[in-house]
């Protein structure tokens, strides 16, 4: 189900996607749509992906109500929370430290030497254990061998934060990239930015809003130019020569995603803005050499999972719980 959207605003403040709701109506709507669902819809399972109480607390009422009927509670947390204090902070505002005894198990999607959830959350009352699986990524196999990628992929996440460095490659840096260059602006660029971008075209840069099964079509290209989002993990799996700019967000999850993927995989460059034209230029005399490096799928497989992995670990675990 499709639920009412909201979208960050800063200072830990959030507005309707659409602009025309309050808030405080949209979050009073998404709770009694969770709560109706999970006692209509009499689950088996119940999995909650990073938020441990969603939005504002929306899910302690339904939480709840799950655990009276017995129902198995899972919470996913990603790779990388950002600053603690800023996790801590939030988690303050929506009342999520009391939650964490209402969930069965907490899995972690990532390393604990890569960013200790443990020492973030302590130890609350009838807090689960966690469960470190790994990286996720879509597939351990690659489709296209290295001698076959070519071009350059432009990523910016949704958008909402990416003309900057679209602008960036578009205007100045194009021609140091392998050719063709394709920029994925995402759904959630503005039109106005969006329309700026294709305007200033005057060369063969394709602009894409989406690409779709876009973590199976990474092994097509010979260089990405990404955001630090989760799409990093993919391409430091698939060990495709990469300059990760992460974005500037205040609780650094991006700059902490990119530092660990730029210490590990020997295929990722760290950058930011200012720096991306040296970057490039480091990547083309990498490029240029005769040096093979080895992707991490196959250095530290064991590093990463897949959704099979995932659903594997949850049902086996699960049946302890009945």
């Known amino acids: ?35 109706t669902l999970a006692v209509e819809c009499r689950p088996s399972l119940f999995i909650v992906d990073h938020k441990p109480v969603g939005i504002s607390g929306e899910l302690i009422d339904t939480l709840s ?5 017995d129902v198995t509670r899972i919470l996913v947390l990603r790779d990388f929370g950002g600053d603690h204090r800023i996790v801590k902070s939030t988690w303050d505002q929506d009342g999520a430290w009391s939650a964490f005894e209402l969930y069965n198990q907490i899995i972690v999607l990532g390393d604990r030497g ?4 443990d020492n973030l959350i302590g130890r609350p009352r009838n807090r689960p254990a966690l469960s470190y699986l790994g990286f996720l990524v879509a597939e351990r196999r690659s489709i296209w061998p290295r001698r076959r990628r070519r071009g350059t992929l432009v990523l910016g996440g949704g958008g909402a934060h990416a003309y900057e460095l679209f602008a960036n490659i578009v205007n100045d840096l194009h021609f140091l990239l392998p050719a063709p260059v394709t920029i994925c602006t995402g759904p959630l660029m503005v039109h106005e930015e969006r329309s700026s971008l294709v305007a200033s075209l005057n060369n063969d840069a394709i602009v894409k809003d989406y690409i779709p099964s876009l973590e199976h079509q990474l092994d097509h290209f010979e260089v990405v130019v990404s955001q630090a989002g989760s799409i990093s993990t993919e391409l430091a799996f698939k060990g495709v ?10 609780s ?15 295929s990722v460059l760290l950058s930011d803005l200012d720096s991306i034209r040296g970057q490039i230029h480091a990547l083309r005399k990498h490029l240029g050499s005769s040096t093979t490096i080895q992707p991490l799928r196959q250095t530290l497989p064991n590093l990463f999972v897949t959704p099979a992995d995932v659903v594997e670990f949850i049902l086996n675990e699960g049946s302890t719980h009945h």
Do not use: F, H
């Open 1 to 35: 189900m499709r639920m009412p959207c909201l979208e960050k605003s800063g200072n830990y403040k959030r507005r309707s996607r659409t602009g025309y709701s309050d808030p405080v109506n949209v979050i009073g709507t998404r709770k009694s749509l969770l709560l």
């Open 65 to 69: 109500e799950l655990r009276k009927r």
């Open 114 to 117: 890569a960013y200790d959830w």
């Open 241 to 250: 020569d990469t300059i990760l700019v992460p974005r500037n967000q205040e």
């Open 252 to 266: 650094g999850e991006q700059e902490m995603r990119a530092q660990y993927w730029a210490k590990v995989a020997p």
